[in-house]
């Protein structure tokens, strides 16, 4: 299994390292790792912060363990040269449609989490989002209209195909789950919702085994936070999705423990941790390495299929946590080698 590692800029570096540290203390077939650059990183030795080099790695590899990107030092440059665009590249180049995050509260967390703890404790629950479509890719743009006012639109749409593959990518997870989707959508008001639940539904009938439901969006974001133990796995479009994943993470508690991962039809995929490069702490072996060690999981259960030796990762973060084991973003006092030698002594 060849893995690309990209760990781009600040906290990028330091938090990988402590994920590549785990995966190979499971002594998986064959891991081989290929080490890339992006970000600023990329930008300074290479003049470009998405190389033609990294995406053939990315493209020569099963998945690819991110880091982060973002670098201040970049500010003034002209958008394409922006750090960001790297993962806007990777996310195009690469054919990743789909955006999934896990949302669960860990054993002795439930005080941190912005809920009440007996609502908290039980989130487990995972947000798929679609990525390429919607209204952040339809026809948009600022006109005048005939008595002078400024009108702004953005069409939003998607089509059969695209809804019907992030529906395949919702049930399947869900069947690796406890077999509950909730399809997201607005079909009270948008055609475009309509059309999504009509094909959500016919693609059900391949996945009879999952229980199907389906929410208003706004509904769905009440629910999130009064009742999110009803969710399993929800599925949705890049709007909804974009909006209903940043409240579950908050739910949950910290930034430093939230993985994710983008996927391509198949089984390619690019995982990285929600934060950012944090430059405030770089440099500092301050970051907690948490949230990119269950990335890593998640590359081995959805790349890889391993979903033993993902539940491995899981459950050694979750022993380290209960046993008091504390990055920054949680309180603590635990360094980011410390948090990698918890889990590894739990592994
Ligand atoms: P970016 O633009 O790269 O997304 P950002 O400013 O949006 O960056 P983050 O880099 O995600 O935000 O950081 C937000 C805050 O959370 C910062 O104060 C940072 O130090 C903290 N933080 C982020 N990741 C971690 C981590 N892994 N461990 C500890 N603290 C973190
Ligand atoms: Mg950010």
Redesign the pocket.
Known sequence: MRVAVFAGD??GSE?TAEAVRVLEALDLLKLELVYGDVGGVAYRKHGHPLPAETLEIARSCGAVLFG???DFSCDHLERHLRP?QAILGLRKELGLFANLRPATVFKGLEDLTTLRPEVAEKIDLLIVRELNGDVYFGEKGIRTLDDGRRQGWDMMSYAEDEVRRIAHTGFKAAMGRRRKLCSVDKANVLETSQLWRDVVIEVAKEYPEVELSHMYVDNAAMQLVKNPGQFDVIVTGNLFGDILSDQASMCVGS??LLASASLAEGTFGLYE?I???????AGKG????M?TILSAAMLLRHSYGLEVQAARIEAAVGRALADGIR???LGGQAGTKEIGDAVLARL
């Open positions: 600040g906290i938090v982060a990107v973002g960001e930034i430093g941790p934060h950012g490069s944090a430059p405030d702490i301050l970051a907690n390495p949230a990055g920054g973003d």
